[in-house]
């Protein structure tokens, strides 16, 4: 019988403590079975783009820590047995779903990222609620799809689970053996995670009860041998991922917190609520601590694991979980249950709202021995297992509790400073001068994105007017979703709805919902909403998931405002009674849900006295806005009709100094950029106003075109360029006079999409109609701005950060002419050995996520956690962005 290797259950080397849970036999792997991505993981000479489509034992959820899944370890698997590879691995699953679901966003979360092999696990969900012909047949239609684009499919049987009546083994067996039919029929390789599993279990079932962080999830112990299963199934060989160890830093929202001078809401069990807020401060002088006491005198496991069930209500910033030596359990199972069980609480449900460590029971209550050791030694696998930070003692060192804390934190908030930046493992861009300290012969630039066609024409009846004002985009369930503004002939407005697969070619539904003419065959979905715009609120329920800031003008100044409505598909809409903001600002207001914040943000029209921009925060949104109302206000319309917005709200951005006489900022365009660190972008329309009659042709008239404003929070803004961001077209095309952008932007595999209104018509012209067009630009991903040197060669330095992961990406583009190098240096300035400007590999070409290799080794997890500054030596080459990856 062939033989293969099965992960040790834990395999630690944590501070000198060592232990080994044994190995197991496995069915020896088969020769590679997706050739096409063997071969690009040995040739290196681009990232391999891999997506794990799932259910939540795909996504990262708090059974593997809430921050990495296996995902991330089988791009460190493959890596491992490809060195020349760069493997970028995504992840594509979502809780409860099922392959039904995975078909309905495949397009959006698989196919739209253009991958190179996907690895699809499903089976968990579908035995409960899919019947099995159904099943089978959603994976082949997935494998279909996937084929479609050139992507290569590995089929994943589901890790086995505890019999239980909801899903019983003999089902699971049932649908495993469904997999392995729909394999055979599309000839499609799989990765048997349950066989794999079920060896485990078989020779040692506490072995895989250790691998388990509930009855159907694995911990990162059982992610990890999923990673190492799915790696052996591609590659044909075993690799083992047992030393890899937690993410680094392993406080990373303390870490923000800290740095940014807030306040940071400590849960802590005993003795550490005592003295934990004082260690910090030993760490950061400055740091301000909100303490909260977790009781666990007297408690035993099972109990502990009850009060655990208030983290997720009082949602603190960071969780300190010591559980003590006495906690009393029954039995090793109890044990076990009750201590994952702990910490599985003490984390939020998906990928983390906060910071969590644990300190093992040795550190409380040192020189522990028989059953009591044991237990110590079983509460570090299992913290191990959960891949969170762990305090520990080393056998022999007799320090105090609160010594060895001091230690840890400092290591882990080694960028709590000021003068030290927190990348983490995020994507950093290059849109003003945070990351550049000292610099030789380097500039910043915007870079202004393709524009790539016309979306949509104005070919409806009530379109006929025009359109292009008011656009809205979102990417939801599977496909492209817009809303615009149109109107007729007769002054008669509406929003209207369309859809696209790709985000290039859009449809007009026929929705039947709002009568138009005496039908109801057209894409409307609002009448009298003037000036709307739409946003996917992520922390709404399911009813309200959708939400349009719209205007009601007069007759009557005690309605007319701002409201908004809401709606669970983006179609059917329910308008809030409340009026959220009583004054007119006119233009297409715009608000979001801001993630980083956690608040409610609405960019508005203010006029002082010409058009800038406004920003409003509130945690509820369908409440009334916050505002100062001014003694006299603003009347552009009449004294007898409602006031617009002036200084009742902070103004953030307005034309200044630099630009045109006559000129002001018609609309924000604002977002929260989604994919990088502290971003956010605005798409202002500049307009230059033409002379008012009788010198000018028409009253309020002049062109507009696009301009882009950056800014790490969203309040401080800066304009990096004069120049349009979005330029107008030539002197007969549809976008000649004026442009707008619309709110929202889209990923498209390897291009970001956004889409604006352009017109051939001046702002005041009249007389005109069947006017308008809705059109598409694209730009890469994080490519708005970017660190440029001339042909001649410049420097940079960053300021000093730390970071975690394991090699260091960058998004650049040298042409066939461009060439760079960068070092790491420590926190002297001083080049590290092995990774010096000679010693690294030399740049170029043109790529998303370059990988740095200094002398063939890309490795840089040495230096994880600890301050370093990046050295770039560029000539003739643009760099957007980096990030350090796993």
Not at 192 to 218: N, T
Not at 560 to 571: E, I, M, N, R
Request: with cysteine; hydrophobic share 40%; charged share 20%.
């Amino acid at each position: 019988m062939r033989k293969y290797c099965l992960i040790a259950l834990v395999m630690l080397s944590c501070a000198g403590w060592w232990t080994e849970y044994g190995t197991a036999q496995t069915p020896e792997a088969p020769a590679p079975a997706v050739s096409k991505t063997v071969e690009l993981l040995k040739a290196g000479q681009e990232p391999v783009r891999i997506v794990c489509l799932g259910d939540s034992v795909t996504g990262v959820y708090y059974h593997t820590g809430g921050r990495r899944a296996y995902t991330n370890m089988l791009a460190i698997a493959l890596e491992r047995l490809y060195p020349a590879a760069q493997v970028d691995a995504f992840n594509a699953g979502i809780s409860g779903h099922t392959t039904l679901d995975g078909l309905k966003r495949l397009e959006a979360d698989v196919l739209a990222r253009k991958p190179h092999l996907v690895t699809v696990m499903f089976g968990l969900n579908d035995m409960t609620r899919v019947p099995l012909e159904a099943f089978e047949a959603n994976l082949s239609t997935i494998i279909f799809r996937c084929r479609s684009i050139g992507a290569e499919v590995l089929l994943c049987t589901p890790n086995s689970v505890t019999d239980t009546p909801e899903r019983p083994i003999v089902k699971l067996i049932e649908y495993t053996a469904g997999i392995h039919r729909v394999s055979e029929r599309e000839q499609a390789p799989v990765a048997d995670c349950y066989a794999a599993f079920e060896v485990v279990r078989a020779k040692d079932p506490l072995a895989w009860q250790r691998m388990m962080s509930d009855e159907i999830h694995p911990n990162m112990v059982g992610h990890k041998y999923i990673a190492e299963t799915i790696a052996a199934a591609v590659s044909g060989r075993s690799v083992s991922l047992d030393d890899v160890g937690p993410p680094q830093p392993s406080l990373p929202r303390t870490l923000a917190l800290l740095k940014e001078g807030k306040p940071v809401r400590v849960l802590a069990m005993p003795p550490y609520d005592g003295f934990a807020a004082a260690t910090l401060r030993t760490v950061v002088p400055e740091a301000r601590v909100e303490m909260t006491s977790w009781p666990v005198e007297g408690m035993t496991l099972p109990q502990l694991e009850e009060s655990a069930k208030m983290v997720r209500e009082l949602k603190p910033d960071l969780v300190v979980v010591a559980i003590p030596a006495d906690a009393k359990a029954d039995s090793q199972d109890q044990f076990l249950h009750a201590y994952t069980w702990v910490l599985n609480n003490a984390l939020s449900f998906g990928y983390q709202e906060w910071d969590c460590m644990a300190v093992v029971p040795s550190v409380t209550t040192p020189a522990l021995e028989g059953d009591a050791l044991e237990r110590d030694r079983l509460a570090r696998a299992l913290i191990w297992a959960q891949d969170i930070g762990m305090v520990e003692r080393n056998e022999g060192d007799t320090r105090a509790p609160e010594e060895l804390l001091a230690p840890w934190f400092r290591a882990q908030l080694a960028g709590a400073s000021n003068t030290v930046l927190d990348a983490g493992d995020r994507t950093q861009l290059f849109m003003d001068s945070r990351f550049i300290a000292e610099s030789k012969n380097i500039t910043v630039q915007i870079n202004p994105p393709a524009k790539a066609g016309v979306a949509i024409l104005p070919d409806k009846a009530w379109e006929s007017g025009d359109i292009g004002f008011c656009v809205s985009v979102v990417q939801h369930e599977g496909e492209y979703k817009m809303w615009y503004l149109a109107r007729d002939t007769a002054n008669n407005y509406c929003q209207c709805f369309a859809r696209s697969q790709d985000g290039r070619t859009w449809e007009k539904p026929e929705l039947g919902l709002i009568e138009y003419q005496g039908v109801k065959n057209n894409n409307i979905v609002l009448t009298g909403a003037m000036e709307t715009t739409v946003f996917l609120d992520p922390v709404a329920p399911p009813e309200q998931r959708f939400k349009a800031v719209s205007a009601m003008y007069w007759p009557d100044p005690q309605k007319a405002g701002l409201y908004l409505w809401t709606s669970p598909d983006g179609l059917n809409w329910t308008q809030s009674p409340v009026r959220v903001f009583p004054l007119l600002p006119d233009t297409a207001n715009q608000a979001f849900y801001d993630t980083r914040l956690k608040k409610y943000v609405a960019n508005i029209r203010v006029w002082d006295p010409l058009r800038k921009i406004g920003r409003v925060e509130m945690d509820n949104i369908l409440e009334p806005w916050p505002h100062v109302p001014l003694e006299k206000p603003y009347y552009i319309w009449g004294d007898d009709k409602i006031p617009v917005s002036s200084r009742e709200v902070p103004i953030v951005l307005g034309c200044d100094e630099k630009d045109p006489p006559n000129t002001d900022l018609y609309n924000a365009a604002c977002i929260q950029y989604p994919w990088a660190d502290d971003a956010y972008f605005m798409f202002p329309s500049l307009y230059r106003h033409f002379p008012e009659p009788p010198v000018g042709k028409f009253g309020n008239d002049g062109y507009l075109d696009i301009h882009l404003a950056v800014s790490r929070d969203g309040v401080t803004w800066t304009r990096p360029s004069r120049r349009p961001y979005v330029p107008l077209g030539l002197e007969d095309a549809l976008d000649a006079s004026q442009a707008y952008m619309g709110v929202g932007i889209v990923r498209s595999g390897d291009a970001l999409y956004q889409y604006y209104g352009g017109y051939k018509s001046t702002h005041g012209e009249t007389g005109v109609q069947g006017i308008g067009s809705i059109q598409r630009v694209e730009q890469r991903p994080d490519g708005f701005m970017y660190v440029e040197a001339p042909q001649e060669g410049g420097t940079f330095t960053t300021p000093a950060l730390v970071f975690s992961g394991r090699r260091l990406l960058l998004n650049l583009d040298g042409s066939a002419g461009g060439t760079g190098k960068v070092a790491l240096l420590d926190g002297d300035g001083n080049e590290i050995a092995g990774h010096t400007l000679a010693e690294c590999d030399v740049l170029g070409a043109n790529s998303l996520a370059r990988k740095v290799v200094w002398k063939g080794v890309s490795d840089v997890s040495g230096w994880a956690g600890k301050p370093v500054r990046l050295r770039f030596e560029l000539k003739a080459m643009k760099l957007f962005s980096f990030r350090f990856a796993a």
